[in-house]
């Protein structure tokens, strides 16, 4: 009878020493695919190959990308050249035909040759071969503010040459130089002069003191048909 006893206590005790030695392997065989494959992972992160991590909306990854934002740009404006300033209207100046709107009125007073001017004190003379040409104008102002004639918007040409207007130290026929101020509601009477070619055929002259004013310029031609004397300079006739 014990002897039974005994054997039937070494098979229980033999059954429980292979159950935990089936426990014992099954958890080292546990530890040892889990260290495989942590060793996996990091023979393959050491060898180049990414690891796609997702992110949780709502966190901060430090190890993440950040998202590159490129602004938007909208089109610039196509830049254009300024609008041109209109052509201005020509009118025309002759000995015959005053010109005239409502702020002046231009007329020609005369147009004489001069080889030499003497007064008590001055002598004018032109060089040789040529002579004084000299323009008599009156100029009279209906605006209510002070008008100009400027020396610099002169311009002329004798027989097709550009040619300068010059200046003398006498006043012929007892005339002021032209380019002066004209007082509001008043007149002036005044003189150019050029010297020119002892023989010549063609004055051309223009006038663009007015141009940014009123977008005029005033043109002149005249021939030696048209040399006239004009009369005695009075200040009083031009008021």
């Known amino acids: 009878m014990r002897k039974k006893w005994y054997i039937a206590l070494l098979i229980l005790l033999l059954c429980i020493n292979i159950s935990a030695c089936g426990k014992t392997e099954n958890t080292n065989n546990a530890n040892k695919n889990s260290s495989n494959i942590f060793s996996n992972v990091t023979e393959n992160n050491s060898s180049g190959q990414n690891i796609n991590v997702q992110e949780t909306p709502g966190t901060d990854n430090s190890t993440g990308t950040e998202e590159t934002i490129v602004p938007e740009f909208s089109e610039l404006p196509v830049q254009t050249d300024p609008p041109k300033a209109p052509e201005p209207e020509i009118h025309k100046l002759s000995v015959n035909q005053q010109y005239s709107d409502i702020y002046r009125v231009v007329k020609v007073l005369g147009l004489k040759e001069y080889k030499k001017i003497k007064s008590e004190k001055y002598i004018d003379k ?89 977008n005029i310029s005033l043109e002149a031609k005249f021939t030696p048909d048209d040399l006239s004397d004009p009369v005695i300079y009075n200040a009083n006739d031009f008021k």
Do not use: C, M, Q
């Open 126 to 214: 032109a060089k040789k071969g040529k002579k004084f040409l000299v323009l008599f104008l009156s100029v009279r102002n209906d605006t209510n503010e002070e008008d100009y004639i400027n020396y610099n918007y002169i311009s002329a040409k004798v027989d097709g040459k550009k040619i300068e207007h010059t200046f003398l130290l006498n006043d012929p026929k007892g005339y002021p130089s032209i380019f002066s101020h004209v007082p509001a509601n008043e007149g002036i009477g005044g003189f150019i002069v050029w010297e020119v070619p002892s023989v010549w055929k063609t004055l051309e002259f223009k006038y663009n003191g007015w141009k940014d004013i009123n």
